[in-house]
């Protein structure tokens, strides 16, 4: 049996430093199936809007097979959408993209991707606990915390801008404790049983900085998830280790929700081993 080419590829600004071609390589070589997963670098809104709309025709006439989308795009797709899944309604925001019966659908594989890397690794005390405290409010922030909701974890949202954290809070629903990044509003929440940050503080090329304050000790009882992956040990994830608190940064969310949307193109289960040595 002939099997006809997968042409997938990723849309964002800038794409310059993606590891996505190497995750979905590796997999679809280890998986014997013949494709390529391309880079398509498109400018913010408003001018790349040409751009976007003409790259999404060739994705519904059936010249592409998936699309995934990042930063700045992930929200702009949206409009452009026949139909979207539960998941992208409720966190406004799409990375996975394919067609059904002629129809362009959205769905988001950072919710479920970030669930079942927390969940592979999160120590049995910290998940007893459901106290989480997320760093950001930004677009990952949003899939973390309702990835955490459907857990049913108690979440305080702590960002640099309140109104940023209390908008992301109205939006979603539910009742959160909302702070800023300073040392004694953090202070209070000491009963933390996981930190998950989702600012890009600390990722290269300025991994010297770090969300946390310095003068302000990690909650003893807290488990740190940076989604940062550049470097492989921030300077939160180092501090967390010093202290003996269990650290992990964002490679297996990556990983996760790579393998996730190739499993929604492929219909196939995708061996993550693959994408891992893809990218180590
Ligand atoms: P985003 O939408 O821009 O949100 C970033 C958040 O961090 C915002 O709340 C922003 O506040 C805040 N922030 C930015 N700079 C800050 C600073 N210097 N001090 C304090 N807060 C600051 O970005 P994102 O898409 O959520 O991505 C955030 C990070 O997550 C990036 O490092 C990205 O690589 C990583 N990420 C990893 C994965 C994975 O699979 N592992 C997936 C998605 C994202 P302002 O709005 O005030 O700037």
Redesign the pocket.
């Known amino acids: 049996m002939t099997l006809i080419p997968l042409k997938l590829g990723l849309i964002g600004f800038p794409l310059g430093h993606s590891l996505s071609p190497q995750l979905h390589h590796g997999a679809l070589k280890a998986m014997d199936l013949p494709g390529e997963y391309r880079l398509y670098p498109i400018a913010p809104l408003p001018e790349g809007q040409w751009a976007l709309t003409t790259l999404i025709e060739r994705l519904r006439n059936g010249e592409l097979a998936g699309l995934n989308v990042t930063?700045p795009h992930k929200p702009n797709v949206l409009a452009l959408l026949d139909d979207m899944t539960p998941l992208v309604r409720r966190t406004g925001s799409a990375n996975t993209l394919f067609t059904h019966g002629g129809r362009l659908i959205g769905d988001t594989t950072?919710v479920p991707?970030?669930l079942a890397d927390l969940e592979s690794w999160l120590p049995p005390e910290q998940a007893a606990g459901k106290k989480a405290l997320v760093?950001?409010?930004?677009?990952?922030?949003r899939?973390v915390v309702v990835a955490l909701q459907e857990r049913g974890w108690r979440i305080t949202l702590a960002?640099?801008?309140y109104t940023?954290a209390e908008e992301l809070a109205a939006s979603l629903g539910g009742s959160f404790r909302i702070l800023t990044?300073e040392a004694d509003q953090l202070a209070k929440s000491s009963d933390t049983s996981l930190i998950g940050n989702?600012?890009?503080?600390g990722?290269f090329p300025k991994e010297g900085?770090c969300?946390w304050p310095e003068e302000l000790p990690l909650p003893e009882g807290a488990a740190v998830y940076d989604?940062?992956?550049n470097p492989a040990e921030t300077t939160l994830l180092r501090w967390a280790r010093e202290m003996g608190l269990p650290a992990r940064n964002?490679?297996g969310?990556?990983v996760e929700?790579a393998a996730l949307s190739l499993e929604r193109w492929s219909g196939r289960v995708v061996p993550r081993a693959a994408m891992w040595e893809a990218v180590q």
Do not use: H
Request: charged letters at 10%; glycine letters at 16%.
């Open positions: 930063i950072d991707g970030f760093l950001g409010a930004g677009g990952s922030a899939a960002a640099r801008r940023q990044l989702t600012t890009p503080v990722m900085y969300p989604l940062i992956y964002g490679m969310m990556l929700q």
